[in-house]
């Protein structure tokens, strides 16, 4: 009698844990399968935008100020290498400091020439941009753009000479330039990718055409920058020269956090 109401009794009672481990595991499993169709694939591209700002003059709390009441907080701010007179002021470790105090990343432009022609030059610029990364001691995987401006000369052979140096380093190669079709860095960056295929799968461009014109953060345009196709165009600088606060206005695709100095 006593062994058959055992037997009753564990049954019952693994009748309970069987019901509660129902009601406890089903919503885990119902949560992480709804979880996995919503969140979104790791080669799958991101559709977040992000608003910033690039100035030539060294960034001050005034100059913050007067970015964050005039045009809005900015996400990320584009800042010179080097100081060249009449043209820009050299980013410092006092404003790495309080850029990152703000929760604003860093975009390095390096700015040490005004010739972007030949092969030896590209290697030799990539190679002084490398040191001056690693002087004010950006992270690896920062990538490092090459400002190349209009009315500079531009060769293909200098682009490639810049990617092979740094695509080999710790940093990551990267290009501003105005990449409109009718202009000489877009036929060059052409050029170079037909002969290194590699340049166009790697390195990140930060385009300034078309031009709209300085704006709020609110009021910024749709992230549609002009370049070559196929690219990696995650930079579009749409306004140049506000006459407040002195500074350029961007918005970036955010795939390009993972190469900024955060």
């Known amino acids: 009698m006593?062994?058959?109401?055992?037997?009753?009794?564990?049954?019952?009672?693994?009748?309970?844990?069987g019901a509660m481990l129902i009601f406890v595991i089903f919503p885990i499993i119902y949560?992480?399968?709804?979880?996995s169709s919503t969140t979104p694939v790791k080669n799958e591209k991101t559709s977040k935008v992000l608003w910033g700002v690039d100035s030539?003059?060294?960034?001050?709390?005034?100059?913050?100020q007067c970015v964050n009441k005039n045009f809005g907080k900015p996400d990320i701010w584009g800042r010179y290498t080097k100081t060249i007179k009449g043209v820009s002021t050299g980013l410092t470790a006092d404003e790495i400091h309080f850029l990152h105090d703000k929760?604003?990343?860093?975009?390095?432009?390096?700015?040490?020439?005004?010739?972007a022609t030949t092969k030896k030059a590209g290697e030799q610029e990539a190679k002084a941009a490398i040191q001056f990364a690693k002087d004010i001691k950006a992270p690896n995987g920062t990538a490092i753009f090459a400002d190349i401006e209009p009315k500079y000369p531009v060769d293909s052979a200098f682009i490639e000479g810049w990617y092979e140096i740094i695509h080999k380093s710790d940093y990551h190669p990267g290009i501003y330039g105005v990449?409109?079709?009718?202009?000489?860095?877009?036929?060059?960056?052409?050029?170079?990718?037909?002969?290194?295929?590699?340049?166009?799968?790697?390195?990140?461009?930060?385009?300034?055409?078309?031009?709209?014109?300085?704006?709020?953060?609110?009021?910024?345009p749709k992230f549609n920058p002009s370049g070559p196709k196929?690219?990696?165009?995650?930079?579009?600088?749409?306004?140049?020269?506000?006459?407040t606060c002195n500074i350029d206005t961007d918005v970036f695709k955010g795939e390009i956090l993972k190469y900024l100095w955060k």
Do not use: C, M
């Not at 006593?2 to 844990?17: F, Q």
């Not at 929760?103 to 010739?115: E, Q, T």
């Not at 790697?202 to 704006?215: D, E, F, H, R, Y």
């Open 2 to 17: 006593s062994s058959w109401k055992d037997t009753v009794n564990w049954r019952l009672l693994l009748w309970v844990l």
């Open 31 to 35: 949560h992480q399968i709804h979880q």
């Open 56 to 64: 030539a003059n060294k960034v001050t709390e005034k100059l913050y």
């Open 103 to 115: 929760n604003v990343r860093i975009l390095l432009i390096y700015n040490h020439f005004n010739n």
């Open 179 to 220: 990449f409109d079709p009718d202009q000489n860095v877009y036929s060059a960056f052409n050029k170079a990718a037909k002969n290194n295929k590699s340049i166009k799968e790697n390195t990140i461009l930060w385009s300034a055409a078309p031009q709209k014109g300085v704006s709020k953060k609110t009021d910024a």
């Open 230 to 243: 196929d690219a990696l165009k995650y930079g579009y600088q749409y306004g140049i020269d506000a006459k």
